[in-house]
């Protein structure tokens, strides 16, 4: 049954609210506001009891889907599990109630807590500096990227290439671009890793580095990783990681140690704190000590006290003629890194650790359970995430978007369809650490119902959704015919 919308519950009248008896002189609206700015009309607001407002909005929120609900299998977004310790330490008065523009003197407890988060980054990365002012992915990246133009600038070199796999994640191009480079593509070999060969045909003194992710979006760790980055070193270029599949790599191997220059971490991905829907997060940057004077002002710093030896003192360090300025308000998204704080503090080395192998162990548990049921574009056992291919299914006259589809009948979140580009019909799976193997039994379970499906009622699973409160849209005349109408009119 569609829930109604809170205009079809609204009656003449009612009210949820009861305002007390104004006791400050009245004036006209027109009196205060200009009449250019003031409504034509009264904005036909809902009236609703506050009983029947509340109830709708709570049935609403029980047809959300989120990671609270249940699976959500998002390949390449490590949709996992925020344990909620998380958000209760982040929610400490002493977190709350503080305020950027207080002296630092005030602020000893909020900077010792991101000086040792960024230490921690730096011992997981194995880099020597770290920034956590950057507060999303893609915003983790053009800052690395800004800090590489620094570095090349500062030695005299003008470059303009930034090579780029075509394994890549999307935003890796886009940073490129945005920072001023010209983006070329790395191609891959039938293994699905970059091509060592076509690498070397692309390097020149016009490259200012490779963007490269690791694992890559198949869900491969690049084997020849410290091949690649000798090449790039050897012309003069910097490497940057997109760190976003991390989650596979925390405690095991760290990028420092196979050549990587610098790196963005999604700690709203890899360390447990929420996203989703355009935030907050945080995608704090590392990097070698050659590119350390390029962060971002201020650096969060320690030293001993004046007053005493014993006691360290934390400081805003702006005094850095190197840096490639700010590039976010303040110093980032604090209660994100509150949070991933306390993921890491709790887990400690061992933990984060046990984190990678499980999710290592999930995803090669999904691979294997489905494969020879959906095509497996590349046969090595994968880290964090899978990608299959829906192509068998084309002669039924499926899609990969129809697989996706039906598996919200099921009552799950659809994977990642249609990425990464160098797989046709690609459908990613990514089941993270936190899933048991109850839950992936059953979503491999509903994988192979699916694909019987097809072979038996393929209409069902074209038509799908079929059992959701919203069935099959029109995507195209969704993204080019959109219209707001409100009671019958529409704007």
């Known amino acids: 049954m569609l829930e109604k919308t809170i205009f079809e519950l609204s009656s003449a009248g009612r009210q949820g609210h009861a305002l007390p008896q104004c006791d400050v002189p009245e004036k006209p609206t027109d009196s205060l506001i200009p009449k250019n700015l003031l409504r034509a009309r009264e904005p036909g607001l809902p009236q609703a009891a506050e009983i029947d407002a509340f109830r709708h909005f709570v049935r609403l929120s029980t047809l959300n889907h989120h990671v609270d609900k249940g699976f959500y299998p998002l390949g390449s977004c490590t949709m996992k599990y925020n344990p909620k310790v998380n958000e209760d330490l982040s929610r400490l008065p002493g977190f709350t109630g503080t305020h950027p523009l207080q002296d630092p003197a005030d602020l ?95 390097l020149d003194d016009e490259v200012a580095g490779l963007m490269l992710t690791n694992p890559n979006t198949v869900g491969l760790f690049e084997k020849n990783i410290v091949q690649i980055t000798k090449m790039v070193h050897d012309i003069g270029g910097l490497v940057f990681m997109d760190g976003a599949n991390l989650n596979a790599m925390m405690g095991i191997v760290r990028p420092g140690d196979f050549g990587i220059d610098a790196m963005h971490f999604n700690l709203h991905k890899t360390f447990a704190t929420p996203h989703g829907g355009g935030g907050p997060g945080g995608g704090g940057v590392a990097c070698t000590k050659a590119l350390e004077a390029f962060l971002p002002v201020p650096v969060i710093g320690a030293r001993q006290s004046s007053a005493s030896s014993k006691v360290v003192e934390y400081y805003l360090d702006y005094d850095r003629p190197d840096s490639i300025g700010k590039v976010h308000s303040f110093f980032g998204n604090f209660g994100v890194m509150v949070k991933a704080y306390t993921y890491i503090r709790m887990l400690g080395a061992k933990g984060l650790r046990r984190v990678s192998e499980n999710a290592i162990i999930n995803a090669n548990y999904i691979m294997r359970s489905l494969e020879g049921i959906y095509d497996l574009p590349f046969k090595a056992h994968c880290k964090h995430e899978c990608v299959f291919s829906g192509l068998r299914f084309r002669d039924k006259g499926i899609k990969t978007l129809d697989i996706a589809k039906r598996l919200l009948d099921y009552g799950y979140h659809a994977p990642t369809v249609y990425f990464p580009l160098i797989v046709p019909e690609a459908i990613m799976i990514e089941p993270t650490e936190t899933e048991s193997q109850e839950t992936l039994d059953e979503f491999i379970t509903a994988m192979k119902k699916i694909a019987e499906e097809i072979e038996k009622t393929p209409e069902i699973v074209r038509s799908a959704p079929n059992n959701t409160p919203i069935g099959r849209l029109d995507d195209a005349k969704a993204a080019k015919d959109q219209k707001l109408c409100y009671r019958g009119e529409c704007l």
């Open 108 to 202: 000893q407890g909020g900077l010792r807590l991101m000086k040792e988060l960024g230490d921690s980054l730096c011992q997981i990365s194995g880099l020597d500096a770290v920034t956590l002012q950057p507060v999303a992915g893609a915003h983790g990246e053009y800052t690395a990227i800004m800090m590489i133009r620094a570095y090349h600038l500062k030695q005299g070199r003008v470059r303009s290439k930034i090579l780029v796999p075509d394994s890549a994640h999307g935003t890796n191009p886009a940073t490129t671009t945005l920072s001023g480079y010209q983006a070329v593509t790395v191609k891959s070999n039938a293994d699905g890793l970059v091509d060592p060969e076509d690498l070397k045909a692309h």
